[in-house]
């Protein structure tokens, strides 16, 4: 690097020539990577002349004739001096200073700070990162970039978000997601709508020091999404347009085709007449008798008669026996799906004023047909320095998105993932007659199959349903209105005063329609109905900020002081109605008939805060933070509604030692501690200190269910940080390491009542529970020549939560909650189920285990065996489902005017229980299909083997939820490989363009799992559901600067 | 002068800041404080509204419709209702007696059920609870107050023969938590004893309040629907003095169904019939959909019995019912071929109109306390009595009926079969077959139980057989303090 420096250097010394009066200078600024950069600020060393590069980093400069050097600098950039005597142009390179913490600036509550004053633990993914990544939503961006942070996948459904954890689990019954901030302002709207185009920066707080200041609501840490601006430079146009094509990113299980489904069902029913007491023989008759009768499997698909289908004695197909159709409910019901984005946007500004301008375009279909999410937006960013002393601006964004979307998650057989796993492999989506032949309907189309007497038969999955039909007839679409505007006006006063005060608004507005069709299917019988809902969300915040800011000597002081009003409302309306004359209207109007009445609500929700922040620095070497805020929230009773939250933040800038001058290969060192209390009040429902009796939309009111508690108040987050950031061997490596250890403590516990007085449950803040454990960062530029970068990324973190309170009464017996059991010393998501013991090989029957109990019917220890599922104990198998360790790896590369870069994210321990697997795992559920794994089942005494014998009559007893169907969890996902190429400057002038970059990238390229078909990043707590796959996305796209 | 500007803009922007007083004060805007509820008794009308509400009202699952969802499957686990195929699957478990023992799933029925009947408890207590105080006449407070314990000892009464064996011989096995006021902390189970105690005292508290309270509504615990619960106890508990006396009071002001009425599609569906003591109204827009009784049981809606679970008469007991039985004419018939209206399919109770889901509940009807009363007659060795109240009940179905030649074990057995033969589908098999003590004896063979129809796994089962009783939910025995493991059911 050193040597390109030297070399530009003398260059320009070569030819320096003097010059008599005002000249022009012109240049590009160029990054390592020989992009150009924008917002860099030129100017006239010892004067105030300047100016700043435009979007394709060039800038045109007058400078009097007595200068000599200019000095080239930018947030991120070491600042460079360039002599320009005797040279009208220039080309500057600057070196980034990720690697050197120097100058790096990190968004923080209420502002900016220096990187390498800064005592929190944080983690900044700029625009450049974000944009390798196609995502609709932001959050979908951020697994395997963060250490410490915990994403799922989010699911694939079109304009779908992920969920996020920082830490670990922050709370059981609260929320433990983290507080997002879009621009400074707590963000309620939604995230789907901000278009990833216009994210400049996604900043993660995760210690007490960096969140703190949002008080009441940091506990889960903090998401702060800043928006891009214009640069005071030359105004620029930048215009992006990607396409790309989506298919299934987890692939469906295997099942087994006809041939094999009809001889297991034959066998399952056999042995069912053979628990009946029938001989082998007799039971085989019966069976090969009643395979496809109305009792059973009730279609037959092939060509010979269902009766003689099956062989009584071998059980095995009619050679005879040919295929009448072959239909594939997926190949009908999913697709191939587009994903178009389009962005333009126009910055700029003088030295006074700059703006950001711009529109983006985004049509994401889904992979499963009628399903699609649309999105408009567009946002205008100004600031203006109105006076000399006042600074104002205004931050405008508003987005119109449309989401069609079809049924997923759940078993609903309206969800067409659900749906088209689990039909048996016997059951076609066309009607076809004894030969094979089809109908056609009344518009010449072939008819579908409802699985209705009148056609087939009932189905028995799913009878009176055909997903192809009712799904293309059916409307079920949200159309959303997300708008934010920010304003603020900044004084400056005494010279080192500031007071801003700050203005943001948030409007979602969600208008839906949730429309069955009146010609088939569940609605038919009423011939359509519809449902039209409204929910729109206010919130508004208002804050005031004095800032203070003074350096005494090597003595550096800051401090801030605040209030804050924040206020959140929402409206529901909703309102159902039947009885539609003609097929595809879905306007109320049309209807003839009110299903249900009508309701609507209005919600509220108001904070109001104080809070100060105190920085101080002795000559950049020891840093000191403290931060405090009051306060007092809507949600908790008058006498429990304020509350003080706090936190202290200590770094060691080791490096500025005189004693570490000579250590030459550490370039940076700084260690960093903190200590701070957070608080969670977000338990989701409101009033929970007033008993309130509710109206049931028919004017009458019910009692509660859940008793008041007049004490409530929030979930206290003591969080403790240790840090350490590095930068060593001449910037090569850069490294970051925490320990964190984060107590939950007056947990907002959803406490469980004896039923019998029917309150479940009450709010109390009781238990506690505790996330810690490492993080690691590392940044190695394995390579930096001229032509060729290679940098690698690695992050991971390692955690372990323990709950380490129950309310009293739970203490003992601990909280079952779905597959997990809450237990002191346990884990939030350890899983507690009944354990399977294998297969019994004389008899094949599932076996359980079972505790003895002795008086009092507590367990003896002892255990025995039982093949009735609904006799097996409980316990605690297989461990968590949280991760022993995950993160993620980023390669980098860059050869001449190509770059490179994949991501691969990973985790390696926990557990996942596969419910999708277990659906069609079954011992013979008339009309289910199978997963590949039943051929394996046990057949004959003396089988070994760990899929159990197939017997319809005995499903009830034998099939449930057991550790038989608890996976390994790890993954290897290679989310995102990028290739990109840009013109090189030369080439693009050529075109009277100053950029042109091409792109193609693949998301979610591969994953890898312990069994294919399963999702472990599904969920946190490790349970799957029929939800949207993921897609794997391969695009291309085109960025094109002027 | 410049900083005078720049702090006077300051201070003036800081002055906005302060808020009013009651900023943080926020309520809901569908919720009614409980101080306001409680009141005037005119509000906690209102409150009693929403209970009735909950006996039919839908929670989570397609099989949670309130006491019709208990009323079915407990005639499903007797051995007059055959299950036509698997379809959606929804109750076959009841039929099937895999239910009964699931005590972990807080969707599986004991949980289910426990909870229904404790909701109506608690609801019960906190109106009680709030009259005192509450302003309004003496006339609604007693009024109010009596139909609060009556839907209490009716939740009691259900709850004591789901989650127990029958009384006698069993009246000192555990019984269920008793509770009169609302409260968080659980109650021990004590003794059947006790529960049917507690019974009998809120039923005649109700009988002195409700005394001279007339309702407009059939949807009301009024005096004749206490009476009627009355009658029902006394018979469980072989008090047959006292199940002959109520149940002759509790049919007062009601009438037997013409032929006519009987058959029409409303017969059971519309509480405005001349049988129908107590009911729950069900206009359209309150109606439950696939979630509702009618969903299940009858396949003009096009609901889950359309999609395979039709719920059929045995055989044997269809052939029970002479040709001139009006009756008989409740079931398809043999001969039918439809596969959506099978043979021995039920058409007794309907939606009154096939395409709307307008369809009440009714869960007490007149011919039921004729049956009680002819029953417990007998049983007293008065035969005379019990023929009359049985003659009277079964020639208005059957012009050509007589009772006259039968008396002692022949009449008893006579009035048992009649009772199966009216009641059939409305909830009375479990707690019947719990009582007289008969076990399960689910008869096979062509147009009864088991194949081609969905095989019911249990065909008989002995007596007292733990099978016939709930166990416990989880939830409770887990944040019961007062309970242990050793509280749950065999």
Request: proline share 3%; net charge positive.
């Amino acid at each position: 690097m050193r040597k390109i420096m030297m070399l530009s250097l003398c260059f320009l010394l070569t030819i320096s020539q003097l010059w008599a009066q005002n000249r022009t200078i012109k240049g590009k600024v160029l990054n390592e990577k020989g992009e150009a950069l924008a917002g860099v600020t030129v100017t006239v060393k010892g004067s105030t002349t300047g100016t700043a590069t435009g979007t394709d980093g060039t800038f045109t400069l007058s400078v009097p004739p007595t200068a000599k050097t200019l000095v080239v600098s930018s947030l991120n950039y070491v600042a460079q001096d360039v002599n320009v005597v005797g040279k009208t142009s220039i080309s500057v390179l600057l070196v980034s200073t990720a690697s050197e913490l120097e100058g790096v600036v990190v968004q923080v509550p209420y502002g900016t700070v220096k990187k390498k004053a800064f005592t929190g633990a944080e983690n900044t993914i700029g625009a450049a990162t974000l944009s390798r990544q196609q995502v609709t939503n932001v959050t979908k961006a951020i697994d395997g970039l963060i250490p410490g942070v915990q994403v799922t996948n989010g699911g694939g459904a079109p304009g779908s978000g992920a969920d996020i954890r920082i830490r670990g689990i922050g709370s059981i019954n609260a929320s433990s997601s983290p507080l997002y901030v879009l621009n400074g302002f707590p963000y309620d709207g939604s995230i789907s709508s901000i278009s990833p185009d216009d994210i400049e920066s996604l900043t993660v707080l995760k210690d007490a020091a960096a969140s703190a200041l949002y008080g009441s609501r940091a506990a889960n840490g903090v998401i702060m999404i800043t928006t891009k601006k214009g640069a005071r430079g030359r105004s620029t146009v930048s215009a992006t347009i990607n396409q790309g094509y989506e298919t299934r990113g987890i692939p469906e299980y295997d099942r087994v085709g006809p041939q094999a489904y009809y001889e297991l069902f034959w066998e399952g029913i056999r042995n069912g007449f053979l628990t009946g007491g029938d001989s082998y023989a007799s039971a085989g008759t019966k069976a090969s008798a009643q395979l496809t009768d109305a009792s059973h499997l009730v279609y037959n698909a092939y060509n010979v008669p269902g009766t003689s289908l099956v062989d009584a004695t071998t059980g095995k197909l009619n050679p005879n026996a040919s295929l009448l159709w072959t239909d594939n409910w997926a190949d009908a019901l999913f697709q191939v799906a587009q994903r178009t984005n389009a962005n333009i946007n126009f910055a700029g500004g003088s030295d006074k004023s700059d703006y950001f301008l711009s529109v983006g375009y985004l049509n994401e279909q889904g992979t499963a047909k009628y399903s699609y999410y649309k999105r408009y937006n567009f946002r205008l960013n100004v600031n203006a320095a109105a006076t000399s002393w006042l600074n104002t601006g205004l931050n405008i964004d508003g987005a119109m998105s449309r989401n069609q979307n079809v049924p997923n998650g759940g078993t609903a057989t309206t969800n067409p993932f659900y749906y088209s796993r689990q039909m048996g492999p016997i059951y076609p989506v066309y009607q076809y007659g004894p030969t094979g032949n089809t109908f056609i309907d009344s518009v010449g189309d072939k008819k579908l199959d409802w699985g209705v007497p009148s056609q087939m038969g009932t189905r028995p999955y799913a009878g009176n349903s055909n997903l192809v039909g009712s799904l293309a007839l059916d409307d079920r679409h949200s159309d959303i209105i997300n708008a934010n505007a920010n304003t603020f006006a900044e004084v400056k006063f005494l010279n080192d005063f500031s007071f801003k005060t700050s203005f943001g608004i948030n409007i979602w507005d969600n208008n839906s329609t949730t429309y069955q069709n009146n010609q088939f299917a569940d609605a038919q019988s009423v011939r359509g109905r519809s449902t039209k809902s409204n929910g729109r969300q206010i919130s508004l915040t208002l804050n005031e900020v004095l800032s203070w800011k003074r350096n005494f000597g090597k003595h550096g002081l800051a401090a801030l002081a605040g209030h804050e009003n924040y206020k959140y409302k929402y409206n529901s309306l909703s309102l159902t109605r039947t009885g539609f004359q003609y097929p595809g209207q879905t306007e109320l109007d049309n209807a003839t008939l009110t299903e249900s009445t009508g309701g609507s609500y209005e919600d509220n929700q108001t904070l109001e805060s104080y809070f100060s922040n105190v920085n101080y620095n002795f000559d950049q070497k020891y840093l000191v933070s403290g931060s405090v805020r009051t306060d007092g929230s809507s949600r908790f009773s008058p006498g429990a509604r304020w509350g003080t939250f706090y936190s202290v933040g200590l770094g060691y800038r080791v490096s500025q030692e005189k004693f570490m001058k000579n250590v030459k290969w550490v370039n940076d060192l700084k260690l960093r501690a903190s200590y701070g209390e957070q608080g969670n009040e977000n338990i989701g429902l409101y009033y929970q200190y007033a008993n309130y009796f509710y109206a049931n939309g028919t004017g009458n009111f019910v009692a509660y269910t859940r008793p008041a508690n007049a004490d409530l108040a929030w979930e206290k987050n003591k969080a403790t940080d240790f840090g350490v950031d590095a930068v060593l061997f001449n910037n090569r490596l850069q490294v970051t390491i925490d320990y964190f250890n984060k107590v939950s403590d007056n947990l907002l516990f959803d406490v469980p009542l004896a039923l019998s007085t029917a309150f479940p449950t009450a709010y109390q803040n009781v238990g506690s529970m505790r996330n810690y454990g490492w993080e690691f960062a590392f940044g190695y530029n394995a390579v930096r020549k001229k032509d060729f970068d290679w940098r690698v990324d690695l992050n991971f973190s390692t955690y372990k939560n323990e709950i380490t309170k129950l309310p009293p009464a739970q203490q003992k017996t601990g909280i079952i909650s779905g597959t997990k059991k809450l237990m002191e010393g346990k884990s939030i998501y350890d899983f507690w189920l009944r354990e399977f013991a294998g297969v019994d090989a004389a008899t094949g029957e599932a076996m359980y285990y079972r505790d003895v109990l002795g008086t009092g019917g507590n367990p003896t220890g002892q255990r025995v065996l039982t093949n009735t599922i609904a006799n097996a104990s409980y316990y605690y198998v297989g461990g968590s489902a949280l991760p022993k360790i995950s993160g993620g790896i980023t390669n980098s590369f860059r050869y001449r005017n190509f770059d490179l870069s994949v991501l691969a994210t990973f985790a390696y321990g926990g557990k996942f229980y596969d419910g999708n697997y277990a659906g069609i795992m079954h011992s013979g559920s008339y009309g289910i299909a199978w997963q590949t794994d039943i051929l394996n089942r046990w057949q004959k005494p003396g089988d070994v083997t760990n899929v159990p014998k197939l017997n319809t009559s005995t499903l009830a007893t034998q099939d449930g939820t057991s550790s038989r169907f608890l996976f390994d969890a790890s993954y290897f996902n290679i989310k995102n490989i990028s290739l990109g190429y840009s013109l090189s400057t030369k080439d693009a002038q050529k075109l009277h363009l100053s950029g042109l970059k091409f792109t193609a990238t693949i998301d979610n390229a591969w994953l890898f799992t312990a069994k294919s078909g399963m999702d472990p990043q599904r969920s946190f707590a490790g349970t799957s559901d029929a939800t949207y796959p993921i897609y794997r996305i391969i695009s291309a796209g085109v960025n094109v600067k002027l | 002068m410049k900083n005078f500007l720049k702090i006077g803009i300051v201070v003036f922007a800081i002055s906005f800041a302060s808020c009013k007083k009651d900023y943080l004060d926020t309520k809901p805007s569908n919720g009614i404080i409980e101080t306001t509820i409680y009141s005037t008794t005119a509000s906690l009308s209102s409150v009693l509204n929403g209970t009735y509400k909950s006996l039919f009202a839908f929670v989570s699952r397609h099989d949670r419709f309130g006491q019709k969802s208990v009323d079915l499957a407990c005639d499903l686990a007797g051995a007059d209702m055959v299950v036509h195929t698997a379809g959606y699957g929804w109750f076959n478990s009841n039929y099937q007696y895999t239910n009964w023992i699931n005590s972990d799933a807080t969707t599986a029925q004991p949980d289910q059920f426990w909870y229904y009947y404790y909701d109506i408890i608690k609801q019960a207590n906190q109106i009680i609870a709030g009259l005192d105080n509450a302003t309004g006449t003496i006339f609604e407070k007693e009024s109010i107050k009596g139909q609060c314990l009556g839907l209490r000892a009716y939740a009691y009464y259900h709850l004591i023969n789901l989650f127990q064996q029958t009384y006698k011989g069993n009246e000192n096995k555990p019984g269920v938590p008793i509770y009169l006021t609302a409260q968080i902390t659980g109650n021990p189970r004590g003794t059947v004893q006790n529960v049917y105690d507690r019974i009998i005292a809120d039923l005649t508290a109700a009988e002195t309040l409700l005394t001279g309270k007339t309702f407009t509504s059939k949807v009301a615990m009024s005096l004749q629907v206490v009476q009627g619960y009355r009658a029902r106890v006394a018979l469980v508990m072989e008090d047959w003095t006292n199940a002959a006396t109520y149940a002759a009071k509790a049919r007062i002001g009601s009438t037997l169904m013409t032929t006519t009425q009987y058959t029409a599609t409303s017969a059971f569906s519309s509480i405005a019939g001349p049988e129908c003591m107590w009911g729950s109204l069900i206009p359209a827009s309150e109606a439950t959909i696939y979630a509702s009784f009618y969903s299940h049981v009858d396949v003009s809606t096009g609901g889950y019995a359309a999609l395979g679970t039709q719920k059929k008469i045995t055989k044997a007991l269809y052939d029970l019912m002479p040709a001139t039985d009006i009756r008989k004419s409740c079931f398809t018939l043999p001969t039918s071929t439809s596969t959506s209206n099978p043979a021995y399919n039920q058409i007794k109770m309907r939606v009154p109109t096939a395409g709307s889901w307008a369809a009440d509940y009714t869960y007490m009807r007149a011919s039921e306390m004729y049956l009680i009363e002819a029953e417990a007659l007998s049983r007293k060795a008065d035969d005379a009595g019990a023929r009359t109240a049985l003659q009277t009940l079964v020639v208005a179905r059957n012009a050509s009926y007589s009772a006259a030649s039968l008396s002692g074990a022949a009449l008893l057995s006579e009035i048992l079969l009649q009772r199966r033969i009216e009641l059939w589908g409305e909830g009375f098999s479990m707690i019947d077959i719990k009582r007289l003590k008969t076990g399960l004896n689910r008869l096979t063979g062509a147009g009864n139980h088991g194949s081609p129809s969905l095989d019911p796994i249990v065909y008989t089962m002995a007596d007292a057989d733990p099978r016939f009783i709930l166990r416990l939910p989880k939830r409770e025995l887990d944040n019961n303090t007062s309970m242990t493991p050793a509280d749950q059911n065999p």
